[in-house]
């Protein structure tokens, strides 16, 4: 399997997505334990981006008010599964949100990447990539690949959520066939891991 054209001879930055429960942290530990390249994931900047004292976090705060504070917590940190859910319920909750934190989370990740400017290779972890309009920082786009009853069944089991939420929740995202026409690789996460790790193998 070649490296797609448009990333050769220049600095690979990787863009890792898929929808949720897909498998994502799996494959990105895969790579963790097996490849020496930098990891930067848009989960990890959100967290950091919302803790107490920082812009999102007092922006946040003054929209949704103290009912997203976890309770008995001296630092008044943000409950991330109750904020969560609220936007889940709540359309335009939802894309206030990410009208806040998306671009914070681009810029961040930017930032973040110049600092491995002398790597090869980057692989940045965008659950959203698409959704948040994030492949113009990308030289080259993985998408993962997992049929929506498997992503259901483990999105019940991780979360603990009702089929019927778990269903909602995959619905929220663009499917894997719109996400499938913009991508460059397909990591195949459907039953035989080995399909996903022969792939990757062969491009890093």
Known sequence: MDIPQKSKNKQRIIGLTGGIASGKTTITNYIRKHKNIPILDAD?????????????????????????????????????????????????????????????????????????????????????????KFEDICTEIWLVKCPKELQKKRLINRDKISEKEAYESINLQLSFKEKRKFADIILDNSDDQNKWIKTIRELL
């Open 44 to 132: 990890n900047l959100s967290r950091e981006l919302i803790r107490p004292k920082t812009h999102g976090y007092e922006k946040i705060l003054d929209y949704f008010g103290n009912k997203i504070i976890e309770n008995n917590n001296s630092e008044k940190i943000i409950n991330r599964k109750l904020l969560r859910n609220i936007i889940f319920k709540h359309s335009e909750s939802k894309e206030w949100i990410e009208k806040l934190l998306h671009p914070l989370i681009k810029e961040k990740m930017i930032e973040k990447c110049s600092q491995y400017k002398n790597n090869q290779t980057i692989l940045l972890v965008i659950p959203l990539l698409f959704e948040a």
